[in-house]
């Protein structure tokens, strides 16, 4: 059967040229670079040349850069670390409605232990206005933590205005770039951002790495206790083979971020038109100002789960816009602050191209989508005429 995987955003595959790189370091340079003998010693620099190789891919310099266990630890260091070392100044954060859980649970978190966190709404693409976050600011507001690019909808938000927004009110901006690296130009510098969040597993690098870029002069609070690796913010024992092909990943995804997009758009908008020249089925997120790979739509009568069982039985392989995958209920958060309704939320699907989706892929999906929406309409309790 014909596979087609249109995930990426959940996950990609480690790249030929990043396995590679890892394989020594899971054999014969095993060391760890806390050694003060040979062994160590040689992993050390190579940590040391890696953390060069991220920084320079992100325009920052390194000494800014800290190696992390993932995207949610480096959204956690970010966000608590921030917390903890200024709650001296303010106990007021700004987020938005829209945030990845490993942000919207940290902030969560800090709630329960008396800071105020202040909700961005999003219009009905996913956007913030920057209206909104100015209004929002205060004399004891410490941090703003948004996200570049939504993972279920793909929309980019605009960070520049929104990080100058909160420093000329003397305010910390940190970016979740998770999504963003590799598919849209990320340059620290031309955000004016103090801290931003990276993963492997998103940019054909390894699963269980990630990095945060933290501005020089910006003080964090360590969360995590133990040894003084990663300069005593991110203790124990660095994963020396991730590292390596984090910064491999990296910087192979920042070299072909044009060429990916280039790839990625037209397919992407094949693959809407595709779909939403189907009656009663609807773009989520914004029109222009999303990512390249990214397709999100609802449709109504169908639910997303049913969708997704009969589409992996087709052999594609995509990830529904509700939480239902979790074991909850829920509806997507995402979406239900889009303004969508439980049904419309519930009904919704998420394809996302990466760098090996072909056209036939596309092609193929379009081929099969709309048997599968009439057969489970025909048996959806919901009709038409019910909903109009
Ligand atoms: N932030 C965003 C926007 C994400 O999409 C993800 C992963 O889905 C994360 C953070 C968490 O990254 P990780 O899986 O590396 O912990």
Known sequence: MRRVYLDHSATTPVRKEVYQAMIPYLTEKFGNPSSVHWFGREIRKDVDEARERVANALNAESKEIYFTSGGTEADNIAILGTAYALQDKGKHLITSAIEHHASLDACKALEKQGFEITVLPVDEHGMVNPADLEAALREDTILVT???????VGTVQPIQEMASIAHQHGVRFHVDAVQSVGSLPVDVQDFGVDLLSISGHKIYGPKGVGALYVAK???????????????????????VPGIIGLATALELAVKEQQETYQHLVPLRDKLIQG???????????????RLPGNVNVSISRVEGEALILSLDMAGIAVSSGSACTSG??????????MGLDHQTAHGSLRLTLGKSTTEEDIDYVLSVVPGIIERLRKMSPVKKNRED
């Open 275 to 289: 779909l939403t020249a189907f009656p009663d089925v609807t773009l989520n997120g914004h029109p222009e100002h």
């Open 217 to 239: 002069g910006t003080k964090l609070a360590n969360i995590s206790h133990g040894g003084a690796q990663e300069r005593n913010l991110r203790p124990g024992t660095e994963n």
């Open 328 to 337: 909850s209920l829920d509806p997507s958060h995402v979406l239900m602050a």
């Open 146 to 152: 948004i996200m570049h690019a939504n993972n279920e």
